[in-house]
Nanobody, 114 residues
């Protein structure tokens, strides 16, 4: 079983930046895929970005060029650097891991507002 703990959410003005962290209870190199999803009020949960164990990353078109996924294997942590934030990025962001089963963190709220 893999436990995921997110951190780094908060309130930021449009155009600002935030970095989300997701700490895993297992070696992330053994996890097939990790990533971030988000759920905005009244909307379905959607994929933001994923990284495979081999290092390949995928991004949603809406965040491409603004968000960057990275990882620290020694800390078993995946990061989501979010730049040029827009109000429409406001959502609860969930860390996700796929390793046989699918695991979710509890989420961290990101609010982009002036």
């Amino acid at each position: 079983q893999v436990q995921l703990v997110e951190s780094g959410g908060g309130l930021v003005q449009p155009g600002g930046s935030l970095r989300l962290s997701c700490a895993a209870s297992a070696s992330i190199l053994t996890i097939f895929r990790m990533g971030w999803y988000r759920e905005a009020p009244g909307k379905q949960r959607e994929l933001v970005a994923t990284i495979f164990s081999g290092g390949k990353t995928n991004y949603a078109d809406s965040v491409l060029g603004r968000f960057t996924l990275s990882r620290d294997n020694a800390k078993n942590t995946v990061y989501l650097q979010m730049n040029s934030l827009k109000p429409e990025d406001t959502a609860v962001y969930y860390c996700n891991a796929v390793s046989g089963l699918t695991y979710w963190g509890k989420g961290t709220l990101v609010t982009v507002s002036s």
